[in-house]
């Protein structure tokens, strides 16, 4: 079965850090781009940062460049997020898409994305 569990979420003042973290299991870790997303209450889904282990390819979203960095180890994507604002509070979602997908220094669009986790909760206060 094909996983992706979500972690690390929680409450932060502005200002502080959090680092989420992604455990994927059921599928080639290797061949697929690792993606964060992000959702607030009445906005649409935010797709914040990716990682494709294939080729090292990174992707930050302006909302998030230079105050968040993804980075793997194993089979677990990480997000660290320096920085915070209190914008930044949503739920933060991790998706799996074909490596094959990647482009440098271009975003996967959501739609080929074929795996999700469950969100985790970044609530930051001012």
């Known amino acids: 079965e094909v996983q992706l569990v979500e972690s690390g979420g929680g409450l932060v003042q502005a200002g502080g850090s959090l680092r989420l973290s992604c455990a994927a299991s059921?599928?080639?870790?290797?061949?697929?781009?690792i993606g964060w997303f992000r959702q607030a209450p009445g906005k649409e889904r935010e797709g914040i940062s990716r990682?494709?282990?294939?080729?090292?390819s990174t992707y930050y979203a302006d909302s998030v460049k230079g105050r968040f960095t993804i980075f793997s180890a194993k089979n677990t994507v990480y997000l660290q997020m320096n920085s915070l604002k209190p914008e930044d509070t949503a739920v933060y979602y991790c998706?799996?898409?074909?490596?094959?997908?990647?482009?440098?220094?271009?975003?996967?669009?959501?739609?080929?994305?074929?795996?999700w986790g469950q969100g985790t909760q970044v609530t930051v206060s001012s």
């Open positions: 998706a799996a898409a074909p490596y094959i997908y990647t482009v440098v220094e271009v975003a996967i669009p959501e739609g080929l994305y074929d795996y």
């Open positions: 059921g599928f080639t870790f290797d061949d697929y781009a």
């Open positions: 990682i494709s282990k294939s080729d090292g």
